[in-house]
């Protein structure tokens, strides 16, 4: 009988917010891109906020005058909301490494809108129990 007191007892808003916070999980996919100019970045960038919705991007810091480092540009984008627009043709001026981690779905989601735009050459893919990560090389067509 307890148990089914129990059952009837709702905080509410509870429902919707763990169905928002479980499908935000599986939507979202970040970004992570290397081995590219601050230009095939911002590119590949504005590729995915022609069809998802940007959630967070940061850019890298002014770089130290004595030596070189490594540069990784990371953006998340939501891949249940967006404009569903179509990108015209990008020009890359090299190849850029990509690290897409998230939902296997929205992983591949974003790895097919990525094909779309350019050529793709799968690395590697590792996956986990909920989340899946693809490492990919983008190049112009």
Same mark, same amino acid.
């Given at each position: 009988?307890?148990?089914?007191?129990?059952?009837?007892?709702?905080?509410?808003?509870?429902?919707?917010?763990?169905?928002?916070?479980?499908?935000?999980?599986?939507?979202?996919v970040t970004v992570q891109l290397s081995d590219c100019d601050r230009e095939d970045a911002q590119a590949v960038f504005d590729v995915l906020d022609h069809v998802y919705r940007l959630e967070d991007m940061s850019a890298p810091g002014p770089r130290a005058a004595t030596a070189p480092a490594p540069t990784v540009?990371?953006? +998340? @984008? *939501?891949?249940?909301?967006?404009r569903r627009e179509e990108a015209g043709p990008v020009h890359l001026t090299g190849m850029v490494g990509a690290l897409l981690t998230g939902g296997y779905r929205a992983v591949d989601e974003v790895e097919k809108t990525l094909a779309a +735009? @350019? *050529?793709?050459?799968?690395?590697?893919?590792?996956?986990?129990?909920?989340?899946t990560e693809a490492r990919l090389l983008l190049s112009s067509r």
């Open positions: 009988m307890l148990e089914a007191w129990r059952d009837d007892i709702r905080t509410p808003g509870s429902e919707e917010m763990s169905d928002v916070y479980d499908t935000h999980i599986d939507t979202d540009w990371m953006a +998340t @984008f *939501d891949t249940a909301e967006g +735009t @350019f *050529d793709i050459q799968s690395l590697q893919s590792v996956s986990g129990d909920q989340e």
